[in-house]
């Protein structure tokens, strides 16, 4: 059976609890990685004489699984690291990290416990990576991008820093258009590549192959970026590592001149205060620096900055993640950010919202530089030039203690720069001559250019002192008039004032008299139909998937239909809507998918077995993973699940019915009163104590009470007896079921019952969200008017009158 992908993470997350408190999570890291690369590698490349990596006679995974429990399992692992190593030219990448470091993995039988379960937790069948048939889509990158963020966050502020987050990383990816070149081995540079996880976006990007370069100063972080490319089947991949990019750049052309490159993506250290080490700025034989313009000593922003430009081709582009003092700091660095606008190489600024990375909670911003497009247009007036600035400052999901850009807002920050599309308060083309004139002279602020701030509601004095409702408040509403013409009419009349209008119905009326109105019905109407098309059209595409399917292209091809089925539509917000599919792809149908790659279209139950503290396994039970019960039940057995809900909906009647007699019995001199618990027994007992002649007589109505008590018990457990038998018969039945299914009935299953009704009533739910928002407006529109302050003056002196009334009758009189 198919390990579902959200499992195979957690698999391998598992694996880090071997390591937990031995050792600061920044170097746990390391162990677990190279781990997971011996076993990849192992898995995809034994007894391949073609293979890229070649698995020497003790130097593979089985060899280390042999070795678990040995007292000297730390140094033979290393032995078998050391021989894959120096057979794929991996010395000083995968063998960086000893296994026998008593400091950080204990001594004795404490290292032997720790190695071995480490070892174990690979031998999970779902980490067989000789038969993952999803391949191409990148799984174990994806596991190891996983296991790198989750280090990332548990590495504290200063060593967060060797990741991106991937969400960051594809919108540079995207923002420098790597496909528009359309050329073959492009190449790709990162000269601050950490992990290699920014390269590797682009690289995912791209339609065709391209050629990866990379410099990382730290050891670790290159080694992780080397395995990093290999397990992407990126091996050719050229990662210089233990030089400062800045002191001693290690790629050039054979003239020893900077190597120039296509495409540059970089998240270089926020600020470096020490990006002079090594060498004179001065005097830097790369010219990197115009004379009098080098960049801070204790600031290293533009120096990496214009270390990209001086490594561009004539026509590249490149994507630069820096804080936003870049973009209006004074001094040296106004005359450089001068300098680059005059030439136009900056293209665009996309400003991020805060607390995103790992190292810094303050925020970013991305430069986008375009070389070709400053030849392009040195010949136009500064009018004609200008910046594309993007403010996607508000766009995030809290995630924990950190920010995250989520699916809709990646896809908006990079179709919004890449079209130039203008919008209100988000995004527009200032020109040059804005940027140079006086006022701004050449600051890039973002707030200067595109004002984020929510329009406030301004308290009309005359409506508060006067009543009614001001017009410019109503026709705020403007984009719901365009849709709903007539509805303005049937919820506000003229005020006998100009300029004011008053609710034509009561309050509690809004929502019906909106959602009943004919052009609201018909407009719900409009996008149902828009919704089913696009099910009807998708419905059959995902019932033709098969085993061996790509699932990051399936999801590619449903999201985008239907962003575009939803783009210009009135009132719905076409990334709201594309959200709400990737959140279902996330949380269910991806997992789906990557069953459906490997094993087909097969519902395969199992048993679900819990273990207690103790290890004791208990059995909870049946489900399956494509096809949960549930669904074959709704479709197949209804009337059986009916009439058990029913049975357990007079079970809790009664259930409800005893408590009520319960609670008014438990009173000071109730029937209850005396007793310590109210249960079968206690009341069994009272009753036998009053079973006698005179008591009886004496005791009637306890006596009724206590048998009706005792008779909703025993019908409560003649119905549980009941609900016990129906849903064993309703699980037998379910289960036989799977047996006979055939692959049309697993399909109908899936597509239709699962996945298309999940992601309808999500969509669907978006509308409610648009209808609830104008009932909500109007509403308090209708409130914050009602009552004039005259009238408020009037009430409160006569309720003041009522109270004073009150005392004087109760003999309180003062002067």
């Not at 115009?290 to 204790?298: A, D, F, R, S």
């Not at 290293?300 to 209006?328: E, M, N, Q, R, W």
């Not at 602020?445 to 701030?453: A, E």
Request: hydrophobic share 35%.
């Amino acid at each position: 059976m198919a390990i579902k992908k959200s499992e195979l993470y957690s698999s391998l997350w598992a694996s880090c609890d071997k390591l937990r408190g031995s050792m600061e999570p920044s170097q746990y890291k390391d162990y677990v990685l190279v781990l997971l690369f011996v076993k990849y590698v192992s898995d995809k490349y034994s007894n391949d004489p073609n293979a890229l990596i070649f698995i020497p006679e003790g130097g593979s995974f089985k060899d280390m699984q042999s070795l678990k429990g040995q007292k000297d399992i730390g140094e033979k692992m290393d032995m078998a690291i050391t021989k894959l190593a120096k057979e794929n030219d991996l010395v000083n990448v995968i063998d960086v990290i000893s296994f026998q470091d008593e400091e950080k993995l204990g001594k004795g039988k404490e290292m032997v416990d720790k190695l071995t379960g480490l070892i174990t937790i690979f031998e999970n069948p779902a980490l067989d990576f000789s038969k993952n048939r999803a391949e191409g889509d990148d799984i174990l990158g994806d596991a190891y991008e996983y296991l790198m963020r989750h280090f990332a966050s548990e590495s504290g502020k200063s060593k967060g820093e060797f990741y991106t987050p991937a969400e960051v990383s594809r919108v540079l990816a995207k923002v420098i258009e790597v496909n528009k070149g359309n050329k073959e081995k492009q190449t790709v540079y990162d000269p601050t590549c950490g992990s290699g996880s920014l390269l590797l976006k682009v690289a995912a990007e791209a339609d065709n192959k391209v050629n990866l370069y990379g410099q990382e100063k730290e050891t670790a972080n290159a080694s992780l970026a080397r395995m990093n490319m290999i397990l992407h089947n990126n091996p050719e991949a050229v990662i210089e590592k233990g030089q400062s990019t800045m002191s001693n750049p290690l790629h050039k052309n054979e003239l020893g001149d900077l190597k120039t490159f296509d495409y540059i993506v970089a998240n270089p250290p926020f600020s470096s205060k020490n990006w002079t080490d090594g060498f004179d700025p001065a005097n830097d034989i790369y010219n990197r620096f115009e004379e009098g313009k080098i960049p801070p000593t204790k600031n290293g922003d533009y120096a990496f900055l214009l270390h990209i430009v001086k490594s561009l081709k004539s026509t590249g582009k490149a994507a630069c993640i820096l804080p936003h003092g870049v973009l209006f700091r004074g001094n040296v660095e106004a005359e450089i950010r001068k300098s680059l606008i005059q030439k136009g190489y900056i293209k665009g600024i996309i400003g991020l919202p805060a607390n995103l990375f790992y190292g810094t909670g303050i925020p970013a911003c991305v430069i986008v530089i375009d070389m070709e497009n400053a030849e392009n247009t040195k010949d136009l007036t500064d009018d004609e030039k200008g910046i594309f600035m993007v403010d996607a400052s508000k766009g995030f999901l809290k995630d924990g203690n950190k920010n995250r850009l989520r699916e809709q807002d990646i896809h908006k920050i990079t179709d919004v720069f890449n079209k130039h599309t203008e919008i209100p308060k988000f995004s527009r083309l200032v020109s040059i001559t804005e940027i140079s004139d006086p006022k701004n002279d050449f600051n890039l602020n973002i707030p200067r250019y595109i004002d984020i701030q929510e329009v406030e509601d301004i308290q009309d004095i005359e409506a508060h002192l006067l009543g009614g409702i001001p017009n410019e408040d109503i026709d705020a509403l403007k984009k719901y008039w365009d849709v709903y013409p007539s509805l303005k009419k049937e919820l506000f009349v003229a005020n006998k004032r100009p300029n004011y209008s008053d609710l034509k119905i009561a309050k509690e009326d809004i929502k019906q008299t909106i959602f009943n109105h004919p052009e609201f019905v018909a407009f719900s109407k409009e996008m149902d139909k828009l919704f089913n098309d696009w099910k009807t059209q998708y419905t059959i595409f995902l019932k033709q998937l098969t085993a061996g399917i790509k699932p990051k292209q399936v999801v590619h091809t449903i999201s985008e239909a239907i962003l575009t089925a939803y783009t210009g539509k009135a009132l719905m917000d076409k990334y709201d809507v594309y959200q709400h599919v990737m959140n279902y792809w996330n949380e269910t149908m991806q997992d789906d998918t990557y069953i459906i790659a490997v094993d087909g279209w097969k519902a395969e139950p199992y048993r679900i077995l819990v273990k207690n503290k103790a290890g004791v396994e208990t059995d909870k039970g049946w489900d399956c993973d494509l096809v949960p019960k549930t669904l074959v039940i709704d479709r197949y057995f209804l009337p059986e699940k009916t009439a058990l809900q029913k049975l357990e909906a007079d079970k809790e009647a009664l259930a409800a019915t005893q408590t009520e007699l319960e609670e008014e019995h438990d009173t000071e001199e109730g029937i209850f009163s005396d007793f310590d618990k109210i249960n079968k027994g206690t009341v069994q007992k009272r009753l036998k104590a009053i079973d006698t002649p005179k008591l009886k007589a004496e005791n009637a109505e306890e006596i009724t009470v206590l048998k009706t008590f005792l008779k909703l018990v025993e019908n409560q457990a003649l119905l549980t007896k009941k609900i016990k038998e129906a849903a064993a018969e309703l699980d037998k039945k379910a289960l036989a079921k799977y047996k006979i299914l055939t692959i049309d009935e697993i399909k109908q299953l899936v597509v239709e019952d699962k996945w298309m009704t999940s992601i309808e009533k999500s969509v669907k739910s978006e509308m409610e969200r648009i209808s609830q928002r104008l009932t909500g407006r109007i509403k308090e529109l209708a409130e914050l008017y009602e009552t004039p302050l005259p009238k408020q003056t009037k009430d409160v002196a006569d309720l003041e009158s009522k109270v004073t009334a009150h005392l004087q009758k109760m003999g309180f009189v003062w002067s």
